[in-house]
Each structure stands twice: as structure tokens, then as C-alpha cells.
């Protein structure tokens, strides 16, 4: 588990990261939100121990991270721009990630190089961005470190690839617990892959919550009441963060579950309605502007 309080990190005038405290659980995907110049980078370094915080404290598995070799055995950090050594082939790079990571897997990762087409001896410096993307995140995974951080990893993959990292992150959290911490800016890419998401907003966090309990706990319902007297009775007592209309159309987003709200609805004279699944975007929407943000304006997916 890595358990992050009060985390605060200042260049010159600017506060990169402003008192952030999030608990990231063991075998969970964990999302990392935010728009570029949210702290998402800065984060992910002070976690991976790149970076010493000014203030607050970064726990691995109960462990101090800065200038820990054992705790920073336990991680692989991914950057948004990854680095390789000049004039370097996959192969030297396995090598070196080799001489560094004890579990490092030889076997597997020249496997993965031929299921993702890349080719060992070809220098990096020629590969396309989305190719070096490929060969980093195939060097973490290899590594086989309890914790992946990465930072706009999919960022540059093409939806096929995008699907085969993802897959593989399923594959390693099923055999050996993998726990991947994964920062981007765009909801819609890690929807189908996070358990907890957290929302970074001018380097602090705006949210962070179990994606399962805020699926569970926010409905989108449409209805047409036979009368506005049984939409009064429908809606007392229910928390309404968004209503939209359209004619006689209503649209509700309630904070409830969605055998609360069905029961709820069955008692009162509709001449239709059904409960609607959210999007992870929809949610965000609706948890954001309750306290006073409007998520469109700071990411745009």
C-alpha cells in the first residue's frame, strides 16, 4: 500500500503540489486525473522517490521512499518521456534495467518485444514515440516490481496497443498483484481499467474515491411524469445534483442507489422512466460541480 499525507512540493513561487493526501490499495488500478499543470508528474516522482517532498510523508508498504533502495526496489516508474541511454537498443536497455531489477524477466519481455513488433537491435533513437512508449512500459512490467507508476502512458499508443497494455496490466494484477498507478489527463482512457480514482486540480486533490462506490452511489434517471405533482413526490428526499429537461422529458442525476431510486420511481405516476448507466465522465461532472468545479473546464477528455 502507498499512503501519501500532506504532500507539498514548491518550484520558486510555484506550488506544484499542494497538501496532497491520497491511499493507494494493493492490487488496484489507480487513476491519476488531472489537466497538464495539475501535479500529476510531480506526484508520481515524489512517490517514486525522484523527487524529495518539502513537506508531508510517502509510505511504501510502511517504508520512507527518499533515498530507500528498498522501497524504490519495489517500484518502476514510467515518465512521460521516457529515457534511454544514447545510441541504445531494447536489448541494452534490458540489460541494464536487468543488472538493476533481480526480477527482472529476460524471457518475457523478448516475447513481448516480438508480440508488439519491436525490433531488439534497432537503436531507440529511431523508434516513433509511440514505440518508445511500448518498449518502457514492457521494461516495467518485466521488472516485475510490486508497483507501476506511469505517467500519460497511453498517451501516443494507437487503440490496439492502448487494448494490449491494458490486457497485460490485467494479466500481471491476476498472477502476482500488481498495483499500477497510471496519470493522464483524459477520462475516457482509464474508465475501463481504474478501481480509485483521484482528481488533481492546481496540485491538489479536488476528489478521490472508489470508482465502483460512485457508480453505485449516482444515477442518471429519465422520466416523463403524468403530472408535476408526482415529479415533487418523486424527487422529495432525493439529493439532485443535475436535472436537465427537454419538453416533457426530465433527466436526473441523484445521489442514490440504483434499487433506492427504482423503488422510488415505481410508487409514482410516470408515462416512462428508466435508470441510465454514467459514464466516468458523467460522474466527475456531477461530483465536481457539487463542490464548485465545472470538470469541462479542466479536462477536456
Known sequence: MIEIHNLTKTYEQIKA?????????????????????????????????????????????????????????????????????????????????????????????????????????????????GMKKQLAFLLGICSKTKYLLCDETMDGLDPVMRQGVKSIFAKEMD????TPVVASHNLRELEDICDHVGLLHKGGVLLSKDLEDMKCNIQKVQCVFATVEEELKALNGL??????????????TVRS???????????????????????????FISETEVVGYDIKKLILG
Open 175 to 178: 498472477e502476482r498483484g500488481l
Open 257 to 283: 442507489t440504483r434499487e433506492e431510486v427504482t423503488a422510488r420511481f415505481a410508487t409514482v405516476d410516470t408515462v416512462f422512466y428508466e435508470v441510465l448507466p454514467l459514464s466516468l465522465e458523467e460522474i
Open 239 to 252: 439529493e439532485v445534483l443535475k436535472k436537465e429537461q427537454r419538453g416533457s422529458l426530465c433527466t436526473y
Open 17 to 129: 503540489v499542494d497538501d496532497v493526501s491520497v491511499t493507494i490499495k494493493d492490487n488496484t488500478v489507480f487513476g491519476l486525473i488531472g489537466t497538464n499543470g495539475a501535479g500529476k508528474s510531480t506526484v508520481l516522482r515524489m512517490i517514486s522517490g525522484v523527487l524529495k517532498p518539502d513537506s508531508g510523508s510517502i509510505a511504501v508498504d510502511g517504508m520512507p521512499v527518499y533515498d530507500n533502495v528498498e522501497a524504490k526496489k519495489k517500484m518502476f516508474f514510467i515518465a512521460d518521456e521516457p529515457y534511454f541511454f544514447a545510441n541504445a537498443n531494447a536489448q541494452g536497455m534490458e540489460k541494464y534495467y536487468s543488472s538493476i531489477y533481480e526480477g527482472f524477466d529476460r524471457e518475457e519481455f523478448y516475447q513481448y518485444l516480438e508480440s508488439f513488433n519491436l525490433d531488439k537491435s534497432r537503436k531507440i533513437n529511431t523508434y516513433s514515440k
